[in-house]
């Protein structure tokens, strides 16, 4: 009998050795004379169990993981005997807690099926949305955009039904869509897993996008970091032009779309939209002052849509189920799910996928199960780099826009990064402003010169001789923050305060300070 | 990514180039292992890329906004963007020899050298520090006896943070030669620059 097997091609997952594992199979099912037949799926998320390997039972797929290439001989020897025997099985994959737990909307697919196979993605869903977007055409597929509440994913949370419509309603000969898959934060990955693993699912709320609001042509800005994700997307671009999704007539709506995948090429702030217009154009990533805003003149000087790659393949299922269905997911003003990553000191790192709402707490205790190192939990950074270290005392804050802008922190991308208690936050709010120096395109003088200030006012201030001489200058550090946040003109430098302000506020001591004077 | 056969096409593999009066005969399909051998036995010439340059300039300069795509298979073909190029990127895209410059200095991906054999890009971002990527750095330091941005002097390993690789739930992550490890231990480390200098 044929043993179908799975096991994942994500990169991820290829960096802890599957290709090994893969190996391994091959060469050990060739000894025994087993045929195996083994499926090149995307990844489930679960990284820490990566390697998984799964197999198909009757009542459905069994895991085992992390494997190495020395336990795959094992592992033969129990599927072909008593599966659960093997001390690193997992039993059903699906009925795993930290799976099962979780509301898998963009990632519905994710460690099911292979990401180049139109028919594997046809067959779990695919292509639903946009072809309830072409029966009922552009104007109700903007108002469903709106009513889902569907906010942008990148960070702003800027109500992507807005944009639509100011797209849709500014007239030009020529406008664009463009994807923002220049995931540059720390602890963030939820993209790079999308686009290697369902290519398909951006490519489809990219051709929603571009027929409803009269857009022809669209640019996927990937990160050079990403190899695999961009030819992945490549090949998939391929497959659905020859399928008839993307050109002249995208799926039977007599509307012409198609789109390209652009590499960055290591420069972190054109992952701000207004930067990675002037980076796809061919310059430097230079941020440009709003307004005018992109909807009206973004690139090449026409109405261009910009969203985050999760934005847009949000899109499909609001399509396909209707944006009632969407809504229902979430709290507040924060609608639908968030693919939240879990990174850093963390045991079960991964991702979860859940409605807005639950706490920071349940993400990082229960679905994480505390630091990997297995010592106490000292701060949690949500949101990237230019994120809010959270100290445990605000673990209790739902994860929701609004409810973490309250705490003077945000979700941003949903990326969450877990320190132990001997990460020394004066370093990461040193390496905040290196950071922001390092990154800054250089347009206005707050970032650009503010940044390497604030490394040197940090510098003095661990170097300091005593009290009196810290307090001052933790004050112009202060003060400078202040400046970095109200006067700079992106989010770069308006944000690179944030890490800083809050390792102050919650550690003073890892800057020698004392609580009071670092209130001060 | 160019393609190889694409390239052995456009340059007729045996081809004699004239470039502004002067001529040149050479053969050859990959010009990274040619400019390598050159410069270890004679003079760099930076003519010899030209075909190469001008084959990629042809099929873009149609495209709106080219100039990071021309770049990006200058700097795969060739292994970096020389200096002899700049003019003839400017010219097929009339822009000033300035804003190829400033593209070219603007992003950290691109090199107006040629990189060592073996680059090796530690993560040094927050999820990898926060699994002691410092120490990792450190180790790399003194291993190799190079700074965050040093290359050896034999030109066979560069080192070059980078931040960020989304392999942040398996930190500490690095990418040696365009592919990744992460989960990285002190021990993995030494191994993998054990093959690099293995190799050398």
Same mark, same amino acid.
């Given at each position: 009998m044929m043993t179908h097997l799975y096991l994942p091609v994500d990169s991820l997952a290829r960096a802890v050795g599957s290709d090994e594992v893969a190996v391994a199979l091959a060469s050990e099912a060739r000894k025994r004379n087993l045929p195996l037949d083994l499926h090149h799926t995307s990844s489930r998320g679960l990284y820490w169990l990566e390697p998984l390997l799964e197999m198909d039972t009757p009542q459905g797929r069994i895991g085992f993981g992390p $494997? %190495? !290439?020395?336990d795959v001989p094992g592992v033969l020897d129990a599927l072909q005997g008593e599966p659960s025997s093997h001390p690193l099985a997992l039993g059903l994959v699906e009925e795993l807690p930290y799976l099962k737990s979780q509301q898998r909307l963009l990632f519905a697919r994710a460690g099911i %099926?292979?990401?180049?196979?139109l028919d594997d993605y046809r067959s779990h869903g695919g292509f639903e949305g946009l072809t309830r977007a072409i029966a009922v055409g552009g104007e109700q597929t903007a108002t469903e955009v709106f009513d889902s509440g569907l906010r942008g994913r990148g960070g702003a949370a800027f109500p992507a039904g807005i944009k639509w419509r100011t797209v849709r309603g500014t007239p030009a000969a020529q406008k664009y869509i463009v994807c923002n898959a220049d995931e540059g934060d720390s602890g963030t990955f939820a993209d790079r897993m999308l686009m290697e693993g369902d290519p398909f699912l951006l490519i489809e709320g990219m051709a929603i996008a571009g027929i409803t609001v009269g857009a022809s042509y669209g640019y996927i800005y990937v990160r050079s970091e990403y190899p695999q994700a961009i030819s992945t997307l490549r090949e998939a671009l391929d497959i659905a032009r020859a399928a008839g999704? $993307?050109? !002249?007539?995208v799926g039977g709506s007599g509307l012409a779309f198609d789109m390209e995948v652009r590499v960055g090429a290591g420069a972190y702030i054109c992952g701000e939209e207004t930067a990675l217009l002037d980076s796809l154009e061919g310059k430097r990533g230079i941020v440009r002052a709003k307004p005018p805003i992109p909807a009206l003149q973004g690139l090449f000087g026409q109405p261009t849509l910009v969203h985050n790659v999760l934005t847009l393949a949000s899109v499909p299922i609001i399509l396909a189920k209707g944006a009632q269905f969407y809504r229902d997911y979430g709290m507040g003003r924060s609608t639908g799910t968030m693919p939240f990553q879990l990174a850093g000191n963390i045991r079960h790192g991964g991702l979860v996928e859940r409605a807005f709402g639950l706490t920071l707490r349940e993400l990082v205790e229960d679905y994480g199960g505390g630091t990997a190192s297995g010592r106490p939990l000292k701060a949690a950074q949500v949101g990237g780099p230019l994120g809010t270290w959270v100290p445990p005392e605000h673990f209790d804050t739902p994860l929701d826009y609004e409810a973490f802008a309250a705490i003077g922190a945000m979700l941003g991308h949903g990326g969450v990064v877990v320190a132990d208690d001997t990460l020394d936050m004066a370093h990461m709010a040193r390496f905040a402003m290196q950071f922001c120096a390092e990154e800054s395109c250089g347009k206005c003088t707050p970032c650009r010169i503010g940044s390497t200030r604030g490394m040197e006012v940090i510098d003095r201030l661990l170097a300091a001789p005593d009290q009196g001489k810290r307090t001052e200058q933790a004050i112009v550090l202060k003060d400078l923050c202040d400046t970095l946040q109200y006067g700079s003109l992106c989010a770069l430098g308006g944000m690179s305060a944030f890490p800083v302000t809050s390792a102050l506020k919650y550690f003073p001591a890892d800057f020698g300070l004392q609580a009071s004077e670092a209130e001060q | 990514m160019p393609d190889k056969g694409a390239l052995a096409n456009g340059l007729n593999c045996h081809e004699t180039v004239t470039w502004r009066g002067r001529s040149r005969h050479f053969r050859t399909t990959d010009y990274r292992w040619y400019v390598r051998d050159r410069e270890e036995c004679c003079m760099p010439d930076e003519m010899s890329y030209l075909p190469m340059v001008n084959h990629v300039l042809e099929r873009h300069k149609g495209s709106p906004g080219a100039l990071l795509p021309i770049l990006h298979e200058i700097q795969e073909g060739i292994g970096y963007i020389p200096d002899a190029t700049v003019p003839e990127i400017a010219h097929a895209l009339n822009l000033s020899h300035a804003e190829v410059r400033g593209v070219i200095s603007f992003y950290h991906d691109f090199r107006t050298a040629p990189p060592a054999r073996h680059i090796l890009r530690l993560c040094r971002a927050e999820s990898c520090k926060s699994r002691g990527a410092e120490q990792l750095a450190a180790q790399l330091r003194k291993r190799l006896h190079l700074d965050d941005h040093g290359s050896s002097a034999d030109g066979n390993i560069s080192l070059r943070p980078v931040y960020c690789l989304g392999a942040c739930a398996c930190s500490p992550a690095l990418e040696l030669d365009g592919k990744l490890h992460a989960r990285l231990s002190a021990e993995r480390l030494n191994t993998l620059i054990d093959a690099c200098q293995e190799g050398a």
């Open positions: $494997l %190495t !290439a020395e %099926t292979q990401p180049l196979s999704y $993307l050109g !002249a007539d | -």
